[in-house]
C-alpha cells in the first residue's frame, strides 16, 4: 500500500481518560488516501432482482460514481489515521473540530449530487472488496453531500463532513476513517468519475483538531512505573552478564 503523506506538528491520538482536560495544542492536517476501489454491480432480473456485485476492481486511480437501470457503481476510499493516533503518549487525546474530503473529478458527465457515506466496518482490502460485500452486512451513515461539476478535472470545493464526538468514536478513534461515494439518484448514461490512489490529485482529509491533556490517571502511572522496573531490570541483566563466570 501506498505511504502516507501525514502534515503535521503536535502529537495526535487517543489513550486514556480522566476527568477534567485542558487543550495542549491544536493543528491542521492532510491524510492523503490509502485505498481506492470502484464497486461494480449489475441489475439480475433473472433471480434476485437487485444489483449483484462479486468481482472486485482492485486498486484504482479513476473511481466511477454512477446508477443507471442496469449498472451500477460506488466507490470505497480509506484514509488510514493510525499513525496518528499511535504517537500520544498516555494522558493525551485527540478533539476532532472539523473534516473535509477533497476529491478531484475526472472530467466527468453529470452533474448531479452525490452521497459521501461513512462505512463502520474497516477491515476491508481493495484488492478483494466487492459491491456485495458492503451492501450484504454494512450500514452507511450519510456524512456528506456533494456535487459534480460536470467535466472539472479539477479538485471540487472541499466536503464538510458531519462530525460528532459520537461520529469521531465511531469513525476515526479505531485509527482508520472509511468513506463510500454513492450517486443520489439516476445518472442515466452520464457517469461520474473521480480521481483515486496512484494519481496526479488524489482524495485527501483535512482534519482540523486539538490535543487535550487530561488528568493523569493511575493507569498512566502505573505504566510509567512498568516502564521503569523494565528499564532497571534490563541495566542489572546486562551487568550479570557483564561479571565473568568462576
Not at 493510525?82 to 474530503?101: A, D, M
Not at 449530487?113 to 466487492?130: A, M, P, Q, R, S
Not at 541495566?235 to 557483564?242: A, G, S, V
Request: glycine share 4%; charged share 25%; proline share 3%.
Amino acid at each position: 500500500m501506498k505511504a502516507l503523506k501525514i502534515f503535521q506538528s503536535p502529537i495526535v491520538a487517543l489513550t486514556c481518560y480522566a476527568a477534567t482536560s485542558s487543550i495542549a495544542g491544536a493543528d491542521v492536517i492532510d491524510v492523503y488516501v490509502d485505498q481506492a476501489s470502484t464497486l461494480r454491480a449489475y441489475y439480475d432480473y433473472e433471480d434476485t432482482f437487485e444489483f449483484i456485485g462479486d468481482v472486485a476492481s482492485g486498486r484504482d486511480s479513476r473511481l466511477d460514481v454512477y446508477f443507471e437501470s442496469n449498472y451500477a457503481a460506488n466507490s470505497i476510499i480509506g484514509f488510514n489515521l493510525s499513525s496518528l493516533y499511535n504517537q500520544l503518549s498516555c494522558g493525551e487525546k485527540i478533539i476532532i473540530n472539523s473534516v473535509s474530503l477533497s476529491i478531484a473529478e475526472t472530467g466527468s458527465y453529470t452533474d448531479i449530487d452525490f452521497w459521501v457515506d461513512g462505512l463502520l466496518d474497516d477491515g476491508w482490502n481493495e484488492d478483494t472488496i466487492t459491491w456485495n460485500d458492503i451492501y450484504e452486512s454494512s450500514d452507511f451513515l450519510n456524512l456528506a453531500t456533494a456535487e459534480f461539476l460536470h467535466a472539472s478535472d479539477d479538485y471540487l470545493p472541499p466536503i464538510n463532513l458531519a462530525m460528532s464526538s459520537e461520529l469521531q468514536n465511531d469513525y476515526f478513534d479505531d485509527g482508520y476513517l472509511t468513506l463510500v461515494l454513492r450517486a443520489s439518484e439516476f445518472t442515466f448514461t452520464n457517469p461520474g468519475e473521480l480521481y483515486g490512489a496512484d494519481a496526479d490529485k488524489e482524495p485527501f482529509v483535512t482534519i482540523d483538531y486539538s490535543v487535550v491533556t487530561v488528568d493523569r490517571s493511575r493507569l498512566c502511572d502505573r505504566e510509567e512505573r512498568a516502564q521503569e522496573r523494565a528499564a532497571k531490570r534490563a541495566i542489572i541483566d546486562e551487568r550479570r552478564e557483564r561479571v565473568p563466570p568462576y
